[in-house]
Structures are given as structure tokens and as C-alpha cells.
Nanobody
Framework: QVQLVESGGGSVQAGGSLRLSCAASRVTISRRCMAWFRQAPGKEREAVASIYTGGGSTYYADSVKGRFTISQDNAKNTVYLQMNGLKSEDTAMYYC???????????????????WGQGTQVTVSS
């Protein structure tokens, strides 16, 4: 069964940085759509960034453009989310997601992804 394991979350002060990792097992991330979503208490899950690992095309939510970078390492079967300039509003549980077929859709939705990690908490204090 496909497994996604996130790591790298934690608590930082505003302006700080974190790098999240999503390690996939029992599936290759090659030529897949991989994404990061986040969900804050009382809010809906929202897409943060996605990457098509077959060509590198990316999507970013407007709220994170210029601060977050999604990347892949096919040799490690891992996707990353580098988060710089963190703000208190970035506080949320962050989830990694994988879509097996069909590539990436601009403006990804949670329903487009069939596999999810357990999440990693990011807390930004101001």
C-alpha cells in the first residue's frame, strides 16, 4: 500500500524557515502529481503547492508565492517544501498528497488526490 510520511514540521518565530519532507514508499514519485496542503483549525484544507514530477511544473497558492518552494528528489523518492519568511497565518497541519494518474491540475483540490500522509504540524509565533 502506498505510504507517504511527512517530517520537518515544528515551531518557529515569524520570519523563520522550515523544510518539510514527504517520503513515499511502495510507489515511485516519478511522473506523478505531488502536492502539499494545509489545514488550520476551523478552516478547510487548502492547496499550498504542487509539482508534476515528470516535468517539474509547479503551482503555488498566492499566499505563499515567493516564500515557499516545492521540489523533488527522485533518487530519494521524496518531495520537499522549503518555507521561508514564515508568518503566523502559515500555522497549520501540513499534509503531503499524491495523485497517481492524470498529472497536475492547476489549482489542485483535495479530491484530486488519492493518497495522503499523516501530516506534520507547523506553528509560527509572532
Amino acid at each position: 500500500q502506498v505510504q507517504l510520511v511527512e517530517s520537518g514540521g515544528g515551531s518557529v518565530q515569524a520570519g523563520g524557515s522550515l523544510r518539510l519532507s514527504c517520503a513515499a514508499s511502495r510507489v515511485t514519485i516519478s511522473r506523478r502529481c505531488m502536492a502539499w496542503f494545509r489545514q488550520a483549525p476551523g478552516k478547510e484544507r487548502e492547496a499550498v503547492a504542487s509539482i508534476y514530477t515528470g516535468g517539474g511544473s509547479t503551482y503555488y497558492a498566492d499566499s505563499v508565492k515567493g516564500r515557499f518552494t516545492i521540489s523533488q528528489d527522485n533518487a530519494k523518492n521524496t518531495v520537499y517544501l522549503q518555507m521561508n519568511g514564515l508568518k503566523s497565518e502559515d500555522t497549520a497541519m501540513y499534509y503531503c498528497a499524491l495523485r497517481l494518474w492524470g498529472g497536475c491540475i492547476s489549482g489542485p483540490r483535495a479530491g484530486d488526490f488519492g493518497y495522503w500522509g499523516q501530516g506534520t504540524q507547523v506553528t509560527v509565533s509572532s
